[in-house]
């Protein structure tokens, strides 16, 4: 059966096959993108292992508060650990700002219209910084829920960052980000007062999932529960570079 007739057997009348087809097309492309970065994804894991480079890809829906607990986090590991920073936005390069501040070195990657980062962009950027071995490597990414999910980048964990101030339901709406995630920082548990959302439905969507997830409640503003996201790492870092 073609391409066409398929379309127009299984959608709605309203919308032009042609747009639908070229849609078709674009998802055969993807296919091949997706497939390409499993193979740079595996290549940068070994990579990463063999420098033991511990890789951390942060992601989440924009103001979720990445750059806010990043921030927390090198303050309080910056003196035990090498660290690295690869911001990655569309535009601008405040968060990059913020991260230089603090005496870290840090790269921006600016992917204009482009709403995911892939492995080989990693690797490059990777390269740039010249990370030296025995190092931790934070990934800021694109605050998205979507597309960031399905490119993996070799990291070594996965932390999907959920701020109490989006509600209880995201878990269930973007279920592929909670899914693929190793641990779920809860952030911003200092304004739980003031809304609606309740955090044991929240914690039993993000488990509903993905029953393997840890979850770790925090405030990047207030600094509460930050030390244990930090031991949480350090235990990890540890058994890591051994
Ligand atoms: N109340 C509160 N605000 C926070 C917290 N973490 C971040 N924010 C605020 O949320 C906004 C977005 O934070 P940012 O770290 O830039 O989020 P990102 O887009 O995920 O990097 C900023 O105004 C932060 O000050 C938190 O724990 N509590
Ligand atoms: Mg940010």
Known sequence: ????????????????TDVLLNNFNKIEI??????????SAKRNRSYFESHSIYVVNLLSSPG???TSILESTIKQMGKDYNIYVIECDL???????????????CLQINTDCGGYLDADMILCAVKKLSVKDKSILFIENIGNLISPAIFDLGETLRVVVSSVTEGEDK???F?????????????KIDLLDYIK???DILRSNIMR??????????????????ENWCRFLHEKIKIFFK
């Open 171 to 173: 878990p269930l709406k």
């Open 91 to 105: 535009q601008t390069d405040s968060d990059f700002k913020r991260i230089k501040s603090l005496g870290v070195d």
């Open 64 to 66: 979720a508060g990445k």
């Open 30 to 39: 993807d296919k091949e993108i997706i497939i390409d970065n499993i193979k």
């Open 209 to 226: 999932v993905n029953s393997q997830i840890v979850t770790i409640d925090l405030s990047a503003l207030t600094g509460e529960n930050i």
């Open 197 to 199: 959302t309740n955090l």
């Open 175 to 187: 279920p592929y980000m909670y899914e693929s995630a190793n641990l779920c920082l809860i952030n």
């Open 1 to 16: 059966m073609s391409v066409k007739k398929q379309f127009e057997d299984y959608t709605s009348e309203s919308i032009p």
